[in-house]
């Protein structure tokens, strides 16, 4: 993982043991806070679907979890506790997944107490904010409703946040930006958005398998024709020309899929105008405007 991390940031390969070397040493220190806001639990699910490192390699090995409403043990008083002493001790990675409502607090509360105002606690203790998943970065899908959902920059104002937008998060960008920070103890370069450039310094267009059918004119208009199957997405509502991300050149789920090798229009989740702003999904991006 160290390796990849290497390859992802631009950095000779030798460096890779001392990184590894530096990580583990903090890894057994660093304690990690994962809240959940508005959400849809996505992230998490994709975290634990990750392939390699595994799940029991990253909860056992590589990240010391101290508090996951998902797949903590505890419960009720003892998961609070556990989230209570953490946040009193400090000196932890804390990473939220999901919005924060800013319109009224009875849209998210834990334990009866507006989960904004717990996530800005932890926030002032922790060494590091990570927000994972586009909910968390900017809004995302509950920004286009009711609540004012807000992402973790917005929520925190003077804190520094690091960004990994898309829907879900993908948890090597979320591996090795950590490991990257703990063997380095500095941020990786960022954008004007906070993401991580080496993730997200192009568009998604620049590198996409269908390019050439661009080039060409060829644009998909009927699903069901398998003799157009590869042509060009961008009339089904494709927003990979305006979205910074690596989807097309390193796939999910160890390099199997990603959503324009399956058919699917690229939705645009790693940008700050998702949902709302790229709303509906699967038209025309001439026709909407």
Not at 21 to 45: E, F, H, R, Y
Request: aromatic content about 10%; some cysteine; overall charge negative.
């Amino acid at each position: 993982m160290c390796s990849l991390s290497c390859v992802a940031f631009g950095l000779d390969l030798s460096v890779a043991p001392k990184m590894a070397d530096a990580a583990a040493a903090k890894l057994m220190k660093k304690p990690v806070i994962w809240m959940q806001g508005q959400g849809c639990t996505g992230c998490s699910s994709s975290l634990l679907s990750s392939i390699n490192p595994g799940p029991e390699k990253l909860l056992l090995e590589l990240l010391s979890v101290r508090f996951h409403p998902t797949i903590m043990a505890a419960a009720g008083e003892q998961a609070v506790q556990s989230w209570e002493e953490c946040v009193a001790e400090g000196n932890y990675l804390l990473v939220l997944e999901g919005s924060i409502p800013t319109r009224d607090p009875r849209f998210c509360t834990v334990e009866g107490q507006p989960f904004g105002e717990l996530f800005k606690k932890a926030a002032a203790n922790a060494d590091l904010v990570i927000a994972a998943g586009s909910c968390a970065c900017y809004g995302g899908i509950p920004r286009a409703g009711i609540t004012g959902a807000v992402g973790a920059q917005d929520a925190l104002k003077d804190t520094k946040v690091l960004n990994l937008p898309s829907c879900p998060v993908k948890p090597d960008r979320l591996i090795s930006t950590i490991l990257y920070y703990l063997g380095h103890n500095e941020l990786p370069r960022l954008d004007n958005d906070g993401r991580p450039v080496a993730y997200y310094r192009y568009v998604l267009h620049d590198s996409c398998h269908r390019r050439l059918h661009y080039e060409r004119g060829e644009f998909l208009s009927d699903w069901n024709d398998p003799k157009t199957s590869d042509w060009c997405l961008y009339n089904k509502g494709c927003k990979g020309k305006e979205t910074f991300t690596n989807c097309s050149s390193y796939w999910w789920n160890d390099g199997v899929s990603y959503c324009g090798a399956v058919g699917s229009p690229c939705s645009g989740c790693s940008q700050p105008k998702f949902y709302e702003e790229f709303s509906p999904l699967f038209a025309n991006p001439e026709e909407v405007k």
